[in-house]
């Protein structure tokens, strides 16, 4: 695919998240993903033949991403529950567009194993970041943390990122001694 191409096909997906969360998924037509990019309908087409291999086209990078970082991070030796935590932030604020469309609209779930991978990659990070045989307590505690970054990263979305990574970050880290 040529540069100019995959230009235009971020352009439609950029347009498409825009259209997504402001109407909803289904709610959205590719001649209206087209009509907000002044481009015609069959060419749309040409870089994305319905709607479903478009949300594929979404869902496919954060999957990849997620994936090859957590098989790094599984297989390193010398990892803190803090690059973790730190990791997990900086991947949910790449991706934050995304969550806030997954959030927006479940239905992207419909047709895909998204759900299934978010909980499986759940379970992957509270094992490394507590354990895969720690006690209830201190698996509870790594929930939170996780779960306490992904709802800063969408509820935040004005703040500062620097100073957002630094305050969520703290209050994971907090979550996780129990202090």
Request: contains cysteine; glycine residues 6%.
């Amino acid at each position: 695919m040529t540069p100019k191409s995959q230009k235009t096909r971020a352009r439609i997906q950029q347009a498409a998240i825009e259209l997504f969360l402001e109407q909803g998924v289904r709610e959205t037509a590719l001649w209206q993903i087209a009509d907000r990019l002044n481009m015609t309908k069959p060419a749309l087409y040409y870089y994305f033949s319905s709607r479903d291999e478009l949300i594929n086209s979404l869902i496919a990078p954060v999957v990849e991403q997620t994936e090859a970082a957590l098989a790094d991070l599984e297989s390193n030796t010398d990892l803190t529950a803090d690059r973790v935590l730190a990791w997990y932030f900086d991947i949910n604020i790449e991706h934050r567009a995304f969550n806030l469309l997954v959030l927006r609209d479940l239905s992207l779930f419909t047709g895909s194993d998204l759900g299934q991978r978010v909980a499986g990659w759940r379970r992957r990070l509270v094992d490394l970041l507590v354990g895969a045989d720690a006690d209830l307590s201190a698996q509870a505690r790594a929930v939170i943390a996780l779960g306490g970054i992904s709802d800063c990263v969408v509820m935040f979305t004005e703040a500062d990122a620097d100073e957002l990574r630094t305050a969520t970050l703290a209050a994971a880290s907090a979550a996780m001694t129990g202090g």
